[in-house]
């Protein structure tokens, strides 16, 4: 723990856990001396948080009954992480809940006393997260929306839905569950009364949507974090590899592009692995690092590159 502040309010959550505990048993806890624990249970009582300590073998420290901690108070770190979590929520869904984030984020300035206070500002000014990889929000929000009010309201919706295995859209009645940010992509979680089945929908790909008039039973048994991982797993079959040769070892350091793995090889030159659902899209991003960046592995993934690198050629000849 790096300051007394963030010490005693760790103290008075201990006393709130438990009574009559030993000096020597919260000195450990807080990792200081008994002297400086004596110390802070007096800084509690001159701030009137009510300490009491019995004598014997069997007293100790603590606080009178039916005390409570006061609601919103936060440690500097507590502060941070609900901070920079809403400025990221911000980020990452957009208009739809900038309003919210930046009221909360008012309301936690209004609340917090003044050492909490300067210790986010450093935060927001030294911390930063930008560049979150997403599709623009501008043409999806309307129907991220529509989504959010069906599931809340427990409202079938009407869609017409275009697969990357389909060349035309198919109309979709499904059961809203969960929105899902994953990879800078939208996914919709829902129950497809044509598959009868959960099913994972990209929100770029839903072609029109409407909310139904019907309404629709929770399946309580149903565990989001298992579906994710079958889900997700069959739908990132592609494992990329690619090689960067030294001249462009700091490219393949910096862009903006989580590697699973990132390898430095004696020579300088770097080695990197993903995974990708879409061979398209890595055929995409592999061919704007132009002869930076050899492609490994997958043998379909160099096929399609030759593919459409020739294709280009014979366009400018």
């Known amino acids: 723990m790096s300051n007394t502040a963030t010490r005693l309010l760790r103290l008075i959550l201990l006393l709130q856990e438990k009574p009559?505990?030993?000096?020597?048993?919260?000195?450990?806890?807080?990792?200081?001396?008994?002297?400086?624990?004596?110390?802070?249970?007096?800084?509690?009582?001159?701030m009137g948080i009510p300490i009491y300590t019995e004598r014997g073998p069997y007293g100790g420290f603590s606080l009178m009954r039916g005390y409570k901690m006061p609601p919103l108070i936060f440690s500097p770190q507590e502060a941070i992480a609900?901070?920079?979590?809403?400025?990221?929520?911000?980020?990452i869904w957009g208009e739809l809940y900038h309003q919210a984030a930046m009221s909360a984020l008012s309301k936690l300035e209004h609340v917090l006393p003044e050492e909490q206070l300067r210790e986010v500002r450093w935060a927001q000014s030294k911390l930063v997260s930008t560049g979150f990889q997403r599709l623009p929000l501008e043409t999806l929000e309307p129907d991220l929306i529509r989504i959010r009010q069906a599931m809340h309201?427990?409202?079938?919706?009407?869609?017409?839905?275009?697969?990357?295995?389909?060349?035309?859209?198919?109309q979709r009645i499904v059961h809203p569950y969960h929105l899902v940010h994953r990879a800078g992509l939208w996914y919709l979680i829902a129950w497809c009364e044509v598959r009868q089945a959960m099913r994972s929908f990209r929100v770029d790909?839903?072609?029109?949507?409407?909310?139904?008039?019907?309404?629709?039973?929770?399946?309580?048994?149903?565990?989001?974090?298992?579906?994710?991982?079958?889900?997700?797993?069959?739908?990132?079959?592609y494992k990329i590899q690619l090689h960067f040769s030294a001249d462009f070892a700091d490219l393949a350091k910096s862009v903006q592009i989580p590697w699973n793995v990132i390898t430095e090889n004696p020579d300088g030159s770097i080695h990197v692995e993903f995974t990708a659902s879409d061979l398209h899209m890595a055929a995409s991003m592999a061919l704007s690092f132009g002869p930076s960046v050899e492609i490994l592995q997958p043998p379909a993934l160099i096929?399609?590159?030759?593919?459409?690198?020739?294709?280009?050629?014979?366009?400018?000849t």
Request: no cysteine; aromatic share 8%.
């Open 82 to 91: 609900l901070v920079l979590g809403t400025q990221i929520t911000d980020q």
């Open 20 to 46: 009559n505990q030993k000096a020597e048993a919260l000195a450990e806890k807080l990792e200081v001396s008994i002297r400086t624990l004596h110390r802070y249970m007096s800084m509690l009582e001159e």
């Open 303 to 316: 096929d399609l590159v030759r593919e459409w690198a020739e294709a280009v050629v014979s366009q400018y």
């Open 153 to 170: 309201e427990e409202h079938k919706l009407q869609m017409l839905y275009q697969s990357q295995q389909q060349t035309q859209s198919m």
């Open 205 to 237: 790909r839903i072609r029109s949507l409407e909310i139904s008039s019907e309404t629709f039973a929770v399946q309580t048994a149903f565990d989001l974090e298992t579906y994710l991982q079958q889900s997700f797993e069959f739908e990132t079959p």
